[in-house]
C-alpha cells in the first residue's frame, strides 16, 4: 500500500509540474512549483513578502518516506494513508481533475478516422446513517447512439488521450446534449440505488423508531419540557436517518475510436 | 426505499459549476481525481477502517474488539467501563478516529479533567493523527474540528453559549462517573451539548450497582431504564440481573484477567528497618507526647508526627516546629526534641533504601509521603554518587515529562511523593521502593500501576518499607501482607474497591491509630478491617 501510495504521489506532483529531485522504492523528494507551494503549504505571508519585495521566489522541498523514519535525523514526511497531507493531497487532486476533453489518439485502419463522443461521469454513492458506506461506479454515454456503459474508466485505462485531437482523426458531432446525457446518468444512477438493497436503511430506522419511543415514553411518564424532547429527538435522528448521496466525482467528453463498447 | 436520496448540486448545475469554471483536466489528473476518490471512500459499512490509517499504536485484542463492538452494536453511544491501565483512552481515540475516516465524525469535543487537556491531545495526535486543539485563553470551539478541553471551563459564560451552539458529531466525556448526579451543573451541561455518537470513559466499577449507573445511562440513551420510578420499581421486581441486562447494551467493560494480555509478575517485599537506638528514643518521646501533659495538640497531629519520624526527622522537624510556632508546644519540649534530632546521625530507613538501590541494575522509583523526605533523600543518594530525580504531582504537566525523561535517559532514581495522577508512565523501570506507605490502598496500586502497566516487560519488584515497633510495622504486618492486595495481577484491588471505600479506609487507620489505646487494640481493629475488606471483595469482585 504504501508503494501505491508512493507511485500515487510521483504522478501526482510530476503531472502538476513539480520537479522530482529523488525517488528509491521508499522516499521520494520533491521540488514544489509555486502553485504548489502555495496550495499546499499554507504560508501566505511568505508569498506576500517575497512579491512585495520583488525577492527571488523560493517554492518548499517535500521530502516523503513510505516507513516511519526511525532515524530521527531523516528530515521528512511520514507518507500514510491517515496523515493530514495525503488528505490535502488527496482533495487538490480531486479538484485538478473535475473536468476533462480528451482524444484518442491511435492507429487508424483508414483516414481521416472518426472519433465518436463519449460522456464520462464518476459517481460516488454514499449510503449513510449511523454507519456508513460508499460505492464508485464509473458511466460512459455514447452521446450518438445513446449506449450507456459501466466501469467506463476501466475501458479508458489502456488508450491514449490526448487534448489535441491528431491529426489524422475528426471528431463525430453529438446528437445528445451533454445536459440531456447527464439526465440519462442520472436515471441510471436513480435506478442503482433503488435496486441497492436496503435493509441497511430499514435496520437504521427500525433503530431510530425504538429510541424515539423510549424518549417518547420517557418525556411523556416525566412531563420533559417540550425543548429537552426535542434536542434529544434532534440527536437521535441526526444518528440514525437513511440517507444516500449521490455526488459527481468527475466527469468529461471524450473522443473515442469505439463507437460501441 | 426508507433513505432520503441527495443528489449533489453537480447534477443541476453541470454546464455551470463544471464545464465553465473549471480547468480541463489532463487525462493523468483525471484518473488521479478519482483514484483520490477511491482511496478515500468507505468500502462496507462494518469492521475497522482506521487501523490502516494509524500505525506505530500497538494495539491489544480487548481494544479492538470494543472498538467494534461499540460502532457495529452500540451505534458510537457507549460506557467505556475497562479496569484501570487496559487503555480506554486508546478506545475512544480508535472509535473516535474510525468515526472520522468513515466521514460521520467532523466536529467532536472530548471534556476531560483540565490537568488532562494537553495529554489528550497530544494522544489524539501522536497516535491517531488526529489533529486536536486544546481550548486554553484562545477560542478554538468554533475553528477547530476535535477541541479538548475541561468540563468546567465549557460549562462557564462565555463558553458555554458557545458551546451549545454546536453541533457535536462526537462528544467524549473522561471521568464520567463524576456525571452521577443529575443535579450538579455538569450534568445538566452534558445534557444540553448537542451530539450525534457519545463516549464515556470511566475506571469506577459502577458495574456492580446499577442504580449509580442510571443518570449516566439516561445521557446516552434517554428512557431506556425508563423513568426514575420505574427503574426503581424493575430493579425491585426484576432485580439486578435484568438491569444488567439491559446495562451491557450500553457499556463495555473489559476486565484483566479476561484479556488476553500476559501481564508481569509482581513480587513484594516486606522490608523491615530497626530503629537506632537515638532514633527509637525521638520515636519514643514523640510518641509519649499524646499522653503527657501541657500540649494542646490534636490527637491527628501526633500520628503525623509519628508517621514523619518513620520517615525522616526532616520531615517531623517541619511539623514540630510548626506545632511550636503556634504555640501547641511548649518551648522546652521543644529544645528537648531538637536536641534529639541533633544527635540523630543516622537514618536507618534511608539507609536501607540505598542499599536496595545499590543491589539493582534497575531504575528505581522511590514513593515518600514527605517532601522534606524527598529533599533529603536526593540529597542523601547524592553523598553516594546516585543521581535522582523529583516528582510531585503539583508539577505542570511539561515539567513532568521533563523529569520522566532525564529520569529515563540519566538518573538511577525517581523520587516521588504521589503517583503523580494519569498519564504518567513509567514502565521502563521495574523497582518500586514504596519508603512510607500511604494508608489509602487505592493510592498504593495507583503508585504500582505507574509501573505495572500494558508495556511492562519484566517482573515488578515492590519493596515495602517499614520500621518494626512503629505505627508502620501494624500497618504493614496487620494489614497490607495480609490482604496481599498487590501480589495479585495488576490492580485486582479496583475490582474490590472504589475509590471512595480506600478513604474511609484510610480513615478508619488514623483514627484506629490516635485512638487506640494499646497494641492489642490497634490489632484487633485492623483484624475487623481486615474482615470488613474480605467481605466487600467478596461481594463484589466474586
Known amino acids: 500500500m504504501a508503494d501505491e501510495l508512493l507511485q500515487y504521489i510521483h504522478r501526482y506532483f510530476e503531472t502538476n509540474g513539480a520537479l522530482i529531485q529523488h525517488c528509491s522504492n521508499n522516499s521520494i523528494q520533491i521540488k514544489l512549483t509555486e502553485a504548489l507551494d502555495r496550495e499546499l503549504m499554507n504560508r501566505p505571508f511568505y508569498w506576500h513578502y517575497v512579491k512585495k519585495t520583488g525577492g527571488t521566489p523560493e517554492p518548499m522541498t517535500l521530502t516523503f518516506f513510505t516507513e516511519q523514519a526511525e532515524d530521527q535525523a531523516k528530515k521528512g514526511e511520514w507518507l500514510h494513508v491517515g496523515t493530514p497531507r495525503l488528505h490535502q493531497i488527496f482533495e487538490s487532486a480531486r479538484n485538478k481533475g473535475i473536468w476533462s476533453l480528451l482524444y484518442e489518439h491511435h492507429e487508424p485502419k483508414q483516414t481521416p478516422a472518426p472519433l465518436y463522443p463519449w460522456l464520462v461521469v464518476n459517481v460516488k454513492y454514499s449510503f449513510v446513517s449511523h454507519q456508513r458506506k460508499d460505492k464508485i461506479l464509473s458511466y460512459g454515454l455514447q452521446l450518438i447512439h445513446g449506449q450507456l456503459v459501466h466501469h467506463m474508466m476501466d475501458h479508458l485505462r489502456p488508450l491514449q488521450l490526448e487534448p489535441i485531437i491528431a491529426d489524422h482523426s475528426f471528431p463525430m458531432a453529438s446528437l445528445i446534449q451533454v445536459e440531456s446525457g447527464l439526465l440519462r446518468i442520472k436515471n441510471e444512477a436513480q435506478r442503482f440505488v433503488d435496486d441497492h438493497p436496503d435493509d441497511w436503511a430499514e435496520k437504521a430506522e427500525k433503530k431510530m423508531l425504538q429510541e424515539l419511543a423510549l424518549l417518547h415514553t420517557y418525556s411523556q411518564a416525566v412531563s420533559a419540557p417540550t425543548e429537552d424532547y426535542e434536542k434529544e429527538k434532534n440527536d437521535i435522528q441526526n444518528r440514525y436517518q437513511p440517507s444516500v448521496h449521490v455526488d459527481i466525482i468527475n466527469s468529461g467528453l471524450f473522443y473515442l475510436s469505439h463507437s460501441s463498447l | ?542
Not at chain 2, 534529639?340 to 515518600?368: G, Y
Not at chain 2, 502497566?453 to 519488584?461: F, H, T
Request: net charge negative; glycine share 4%.
Open chain 2, 1 to 542: 426505499m426508507t433513505a432520503e436520496l441527495n443528489y449533489h448540486p453537480d447534477w443541476e448545475l453541470f454546464d455551470q459549476t463544471i464545464r465553465q469554471k473549471e480547468q480541463l483536466s489532463s487525462w493523468e489528473q483525471f484518473q488521479l481525481a478519482y483514484e483520490a476518490e477511491q482511496w478515500r471512500a468507505v468500502p462496507d459499512f462494518e469492521g475497522l477502517l482506521c487501523l490502516r490509517h494509524i500505525t506505530g499504536v500497538d494495539l491489544y485484542p480487548h481494544q479492538e474488539q470494543t472498538a467494534k463492538r461499540v460502532l457495529e452494536e452500540m451505534d458510537g453511544r457507549a460506557i467505556l467501563a475497562d479496569e484501570v491501565g487496559l487503555g480506554k483512552t486508546i478506545e475512544a481515540g480508535l472509535i473516535l478516529k474510525e468515526y472520522m475516516v468513515r466521514g460521520l465524525v467532523q466536529k467532536a469535543l472530548i471534556l476531560v479533567p483540565a490537568s488532562l487537556t494537553g495529554q489528550w491531545a497530544q494522544e489524539m495526535q501522536s497516535k491517531f493523527l488526529i489533529p486536536a486543539a486544546v481550548q486554553r485563553k484562545h477560542y478554538v470551539w468554533e475553528e477547530a474540528d476535535v477541541v479538548v478541553a475541561s468540563i468546567d471551563t465549557a460549562k462557564q459564560p462565555p463558553h458555554r453559549d458557545i458551546v451549545l451552539n454546536q453541533d457535536y458529531d462526537m462528544v467524549i466525556f473522561d471521568e464520567a462517573h463524576k456525571l452521577k448526579n443529575p443535579k450538579t451543573k455538569n450534568y445538566e451541561f452534558a445534557r444540553l451539548v448537542k451530539k450525534t455518537f457519545c463516549l464515556m470513559l470511566t475506571a469506577t466499577p459502577v458495574q456492580n450497582n446499577p442504580a449509580e449507573l442510571y443518570h449516566l445511562i439516561h445521557l446516552l440513551k434517554p428512557g431506556l431504564l425508563g423513568s426514575q420510578k420505574e427503574f426503581k420499581k424493575l430493579f425491585k421486581e426484576k432485580g439486578e440481573q435484568e438491569i444488567k441486562h439491559i446495562v451491557q447494551q450500553v457499556m463495555v467493560r473489559n476486565r484483566r484477567d479476561e484479556t488476553e494480555i500476559s501481564w508481569t509478575k509482581r513480587n513484594v517485599h516486606s522490608v523491615y528497618i530497626s530503629f537506632t537506638p537515638q532514633e527509637q528514643h525521638f520515636y519514643d518521646s514523640l510518641n509519649n507526647l499524646s499522653s503527657s501533659n501541657g500540649h494542646r495538640f490534636h490527637g491527628f497531629t501526633s500520628v503525623t508526627l509519628l508517621r514523619e519520624a518513620c520517615s525522616s526527622k526532616e520531615a517531623a522537624y517541619g511539623t514540630l516546629r510548626n506545632m511550636y510556632e503556634k504555640k501547641e508546644l511548649p518551648e522546652e519540649t521543644f529544645i528537648s526534641l531538637l536536641e534529639r534530632i541533633q544527635n540523630m546521625e543516622i537514618n536507618s530507613k534511608a539507609q536501607k533504601a540505598l542499599e536496595i538501590i545499590q543491589n539493582t541494575d534497575d531504575k528505581v522509583v522511590l514513593f515518600t509521603e514527605y517532601r522534606s523526605t524527598q529533599l533529603y533523600l536526593q540529597w542523601y543518594f547524592k553523598q553516594f554518587g546516585i543521581l535522582s530525580v523529583p516528582f510531585r504531582g503539583g508539577f505542570r504537566h511539561s515539567k513532568k515529562e521533563w523529569m520522566q525523561m532525564i529520569f529515563r535517559d540519566r538518573a538511577k532514581v525517581m523520587i516521588a511523593t504521589e503517583a503523580g495522577g494519569e498519564g504518567i508512565n513509567l514502565q521502563f523501570s521495574s523497582t518500586i521502593i514504596n519508603y512510607d506507605l500511604p494508608w489509602n490502598p487505592m493510592r498504593l496500586e495507583q503508585r504500582i500501576g505507574r509501573l505495572h502497566r500494558l508495556g511492562q516487560e519484566k517482573d515488578v519488584e515492590i519493596y515495602n518499607m517499614a520500621v518494626r515497633r512503629t505505627i508502620e510495622e501494624h500497618v504493614l504486618r496487620l494489614l497490607y501482607e495480609k490482604i496481599q492486595l498487590f501480589e495479585h495481577v495488576i490492580g485486582t484491588l479496583d475490582t474490590i474497591l472504589d475509590s471512595r471505600f480506600g478513604r474511609e479506609m484510610e480513615q478508619y487507620i488514623t483514627e484506629t491509630m490516635q485512638d487506640s489505646e494499646s497494641e492489642r487494640e490497634i490489632e484487633v481493629k485492623l483484624n475487623h478491617l481486615y474482615a470488613l475488606m474480605e467481605t466487600e471483595s467478596g461481594q463484589k469482585g466474586g
